[in-house]
């Protein structure tokens, strides 16, 4: 695991991102993810952060440049850059 891909799964987690996510985002195993969460105090279920009155998904942009999209959900643009940069 490089450590642009450590950076970007910090980052993803604090957005909320599920292990699942972050590891198809990146192209990375479950297990390499799930075990870095763990050793680096990210690990825990993230659902609680889902407030009732925020929709989980939104729609995709539609330039695609942008703004990358995963399962509707929408990155940031500090997550999308940390996705393109290297």
């Known amino acids: 695991m490089t ?14 991102f599920s292990y699942v996510a972050i590891s198809r985002i990146l ?12 050793r680096c105090g990210l690990g825990g279920n993230r659902k609680e952060a889902f407030q009732a009155d925020k929709p989980m998904f939104s729609r995709p942009s539609a330039n695609a440049a ?20 290297g």
């Open 27 to 38: 192209e990375l195993t479950l297990g390499a993810v799930r075990s870095y969460c763990q």
């Open 66 to 85: 942008e703004s990358r999209s995963f399962s509707g959900r929408r990155l940031s643009p500090a997550s999308s850059a940390l996705m393109n940069a």
């Open 3 to 16: 450590e642009q891909q450590k950076i970007s799964i910090r980052v993803l987690r604090e957005q909320n």
